[in-house]
């Protein structure tokens, strides 16, 4: 089995260490999350990986012949290279190939017997199949279609396209070529729901190794093998999933505080020792205790990293009905996103409110804010209501003032007392004199909150708050908002966030709104049991049909069973368990293929073109008949 190596890597900018040396290894197979906190210096390692950083010392080691896909945040397009374009390129080489052999091709029909010629042939060909050339005009289609692309977007330039649909694409770039490895930086930024979970399903199907930046714990959890944690410019690897990595973590942290405060002491005793008798009768004694002082192993222990602390304000009193949607529907001239949503929002409840991409969600927190009026119904706030708004965009922020000025201006701070809160929020020192324009999406964030708490809202209404932020950002922000007195509503596809913080969930979809009272697990739980359900109720319905049909047949003789065959005993050989693997691998990717397709067809832009439909509709069900026949031909070799 194949693997890369990194060894004893390191990484500084100046006199600043970013990290020391680094060691790991990932074989193929293997998931692994890159996890640290914002600063860490994660996205450093991979560019020094892929080549766009120089490291200082060690080495990265990867078999030869093997290939990585990367995906990399913040990628610039020129202002004409189309989607079509941006796709293809990642398959230059295999197009090379393929020209290379109709041109081979031709010279064989030129000359028949040239033995060399068909040698030629024969090699070319089976790299042509092993790079992916017979199918890579429908991997890129499956790919692309996945990541919530049209046929018609295909010849649009790619500058048009949001930000959010820029991630996809780059992600879509990475995922194309299905390299023997892929490293992802923050590959879940702006996926709804439904394409994290097809996402999922494409990684768990994926047979190469994969490193994974990400600070998505949920996708963590259902994807990840192993945890690599960066902190102090060191790494420590685990075992497991993030949750198994959390246990694992504590439980060492609180062993090494341990052995580290009981060293300590042996140290100040030793210490002591040394000092009260170094010029005294036991000078010798002193001198071997010192001794082995020197020889000692010391241990390394650090507190956590510093992280954010803070509560809201005491939140004043508000009417028990905080926000009331009556009848509401809105959109645009051209398209109508929601139809007469009717919903009671009361004091103290917090609520999520998520759906797929494009239903209007951002759009009906603009109504509720004032920023737009519904096109029919009518939208009510409580008595005593103040909101508290946190934009994704940050529209809140002054880019051309410092962070201080931001405080000082808005709050009518002095100078002191506006430094004593941005230090609470991690802005210390000449951090407060940058220009916002200049900080990070985690710096900009970060600011942002610490407004939103200086406002004092009983009503929280909050726009993927969590985005840019590390984890140990996010697990302080969810412990503020359970201890928020007041009423909230989210917009997030942040999966383990909304687990932690909300009791309701909202599903703007197919222009409705669908409650569930529960977090985001209960809606998923109650979703498949739904799905279930509608299956268990059409397989009744095929088998009645199936017996009603077989009534009304004419009788003929019932064949004798067939004699039980007995399993072998044996093991499968080992061409049988290669031909197995390749079929499992067959398995997988196809599932992710049929999620992929239910994905694009809950699309609501997709269920009403009735064209589109069609064609999914087909397209799925020849991705079900290549599922069925995977199956038949693995039990068939199973039972062989």
């Known amino acids: 089995m194949g693997s890369i190596k990194v060894q004893k890597l390191s990484k500084s900018f100046g006199v600043h260490t970013v990290f020391h040396d680094v060691s790991f290894e990932i074989r193929r197979g293997e998931r692994i999350g890159l996890i640290g906190a914002n600063g860490a210096g994660k996205s450093t390692l991979l560019k020094c990986l892929m080549g766009e950083e120089e490291y200082d010392n060690g080495a990265f080691v990867v078999s030869e012949g093997e290939s990585i896909g990367y995906l990399q945040q913040d990628i610039t397009y020129a202002d004409d290279v189309t989607l079509r374009q941006t796709i293809t390129e990642a398959w230059q080489d295999v197009m090379k190939l393929e020209k290379d052999l109709k041109a081979v091709e031709k010279d064989m029909q030129a000359h028949p017997d040239d033995e060399g010629l068909m040698n030629r042939y024969a090699r070319m060909q089976e790299r042509f199949e092993w790079l992916g ?80 930046v990400s600070h998505d714990r949920y996708f963590l959890d259902r994807v990840a093998t192993g945890i690599l944690e960066l902190s102090h410019g060191k790494v420590t690897k685990y075992k497991g999933n993030y949750s198994r990595y959390v246990e694992q973590h504590a439980q060492q942290q609180k062993a090494l505080e341990k052995a580290y405060k009981k060293q300590q002491e042996h140290i100040h005793e030793t210490e002591e020792y040394i000092r009260k008798y170094k010029a005294g009768i036991k000078a010798k004694q002193a001198r071997g205790r010192q001794s082995q002082l020197d020889r000692l192993e010391r241990i390394e222990w650090q507190p956590e990293d510093e992280s954010l602390h803070f509560n809201f304000k005491p939140v004043e009193e508000c009417g028990q009905k905080v926000l009331v949607l009556d009848k509401v529907s809105g959109g645009f001239a051209d398209r109508q996103l929601f139809d007469h949503l009717s919903l009671l929002l009361r004091r103290g409840e917090a609520a999520s409110l998520i759906g797929p991409n494009g239903t209007g969600k951002t759009t009906l927190i603009r109504m509720i804010m004032g920023e737009k009026e519904p096109t029919d119904g009518h939208i009510t706030l409580g008595s005593r209501v103040h ?120 599903v703007l979809e197919h222009k409705q709104l669908t409650e569930y009272v529960g977090n985001y697990s209960y809606y998923r739980e109650k979703v498949r049991e739904a799905q279930e359900a509608a299956e268990k109720a059409a397989a009744e319905a095929q088998g009645s049909s199936q017996a009603q049909e077989k009534a009304a047949a004419p009788a003929v003789k019932k064949a004798e069973p067939a004699p039980a065959v007995k399993a072998p005993a044996k093991a499968p050989a080992y061409g049988q368990a290669a031909k197995l693997e390749k079929i499992e691998m067959k398995i997988a990717e196809l599932e992710a293929t049929i999620k992929m397709y239910e994905v694009q067809m809950n699309m609501p832009q997709n269920q009403t073109d009735a064209d589109a439909m069609m064609e999914l509709t087909r397209e799925y069900e020849v991705a079900q008949a290549q599922l069925d026949e995977a199956y038949e031909k693995w039990e068939a070799l199973a039972e062989s």
Request: glycine share 8%.
């Open 387 to 506: 909101i508290g708004y946190f934009a994704q965009e940050h529209t809140d922020l002054h880019g051309a003032w410092t962070v201080l000025d931001e405080i000082m201006n808005d709050f009518s701070y002095g100078e002191e007392e506006a430094r004593s809160v941005l230090g609470r929020f991690m802005f210390r020192g000449d951090d407060v004199f940058k220009v916002i324009d200049s900080l990070s999406g985690g710096e900009q964030a970060r600011l942002a909150l610490l407004k939103l708490f200086l406002q004092g809202p009983n009503f929280l209404i909050l726009d993927e708050p969590t985005n840019h932020l590390d984890i140990p950002t996010r697990e302080v922000l969810e412990q503020a908002l359970l201890d928020f007195g007041g009423t909230y509503l989210v917009v997030s596809h942040d999966r383990y966030f909304l687990d932690k913080i909300t009791q309701r969930t909202l």
């Open 133 to 212: 050339g017979y199918e890579y005009e429908s991997m890129s289609r499956k790919i692309v279609q996945g990541l919530g692309f049209s046929e018609a977007d295909m010849d649009r330039p790619v500058q048009r396209f949001s930000g959010g649909q820029k991630t996809r694409i780059n992600l879509a770039k990475a995922l194309v070529r299905r390299p023997d490895y892929l490293f992802l930086d923050e590959p879940t930024n702006h996926l709804d729901v439904d394409m994290l979970e097809w996402l999922e399903s494409y990684l768990l199907s994926y047979g190469g190794g994969i490193l994974i």
